[in-house]
């Protein structure tokens, strides 16, 4: 499946690694959550999660939750809309970008928009930007060949462009 984030056959999965403890660590939105949310339709995407609040009364009416085990819910999410470069490239979950590559990312670029122009400069393979990104230290031409699939993907970006209304 190349639909990367909205691959409906990965989308559980890749939600949950984007919220597990070393990507955005929203604490109360574990697997079972994930997955039933996921199947109520109340989280397709990543940026959905930052919109789960105006939903707020159907979750706290579900079975094990009450409003104060929503409020707590959107508490942790409110608290990760701010979240460290790294820990966002990693919570991507683009296939080869471990957490020790998306802190090299991070090092090299800044900043999301920053990465995002680089990517797209380095679609040009003869270009500076591609050089630049293979020569970053154990990113070799089979990395970045994902890291270039995945932000050259037109879902992926909806997606990142989704997410940066609520991250920083």
């Known amino acids: 499946c190349t639909g990367g984030l909205v691959c409906p056959a990965q989308a559980v999965r890749r939600l949950r ?14 697997d079972k959550h994930v997955a039933a949310f996921w199947t109520d339709k109340l989280i397709q995407s990543p940026g ?29 999410i409110a608290r990760r809309r701010r979240i460290p470069l790294e820990k966002f490239i990693y ?12 802190r090299l990312l991070a ?7 920053h990465l995002r122009e680089a990517m797209d400069a380095a679609q040009d393979r003869d270009s500076e930007a591609y050089r630049e990104l293979v020569g970053i230290e154990s990113i070799g031409p089979s990395v970045a060949e994902e890291l270039l699939s ?8 909806k997606v990142l ?3 940066a209304h609520y991250v920083t």
């Open 150 to 157: 995945f932000f050259a993907e037109k879902r992926n970006r």
């Open 91 to 102: 919570a991507l979950a683009i296939h080869q970008v471990g957490q020790a590559t998306a």
């Open 17 to 30: 690694h984007f919220v597990s403890r070393d990507a955005f660590d929203i604490e109360g939105l574990g």
């Open 48 to 76: 959905d999660i930052f919109r789960l609040e105006g939903h707020a009364d159907e979750i706290a009416a579900r079975e094990g939750w009450s409003k104060q085990s929503a409020a707590n819910l959107f508490a942790a």
């Open 161 to 163: 462009d989704d997410l």
């Open 107 to 113: 090092k090299q670029y800044g900043s999301l928009a």
